[in-house]
Nanobody, 124 residues
């Protein structure tokens, strides 16, 4: 059974940076896409970024392009989200997600395993 545990959230001022980590366990042989979504109060869960097993395919949500970078270390079964130039509108609970597929999807409905989430708060 795949389990995902996020860490690295916190409070930061606008313009600052944070790096989120997601440690995955129970990944069996196969292609796993690892991704990040976020959900602000009263809003739908939104795609942030995702990366293929090889790291060769990356996708980003329009609102974070040029500011966030996703990467993964398969030796550590960990995916990272480097968030720079943070804005108050980036405030949300950030969730790590896994999908056993070689294709990087942006829809939350494609992902079948989720972490518990980590809070990111950006103050103005």
């Amino acid at each position: 059974q795949v389990q995902l545990v996020e860490s690295g959230g916190g409070l930061v001022q606008a313009g600052g940076s944070l790096r989120l980590s997601c440690a995955a366990s129970g990944l069996t042989a196969g292609w796993y896409v690892l991704g990040w979504f976020r959900q602000a109060p009263g809003k739908e869960r939104e795609f942030v970024a995702a990366v293929s097993w090889s790291g060769g395919s990356l996708r980003y949500g329009d609102s974070v392009k040029g500011r966030f970078t996703i990467s993964r270390d398969n030796a550590k079964n960990t995916v990272y989200l480097q968030m720079n130039s943070l804005k108050p509108e980036d405030t949300a609970v950030y969730y790590c997600a896994a999908d056993k597929t070689p294709i990087v999807f942006t829809s939350k409905y494609e992902y079948d395993t989720w972490g518990q989430g980590t809070q990111v708060t950006v103050s103005s």
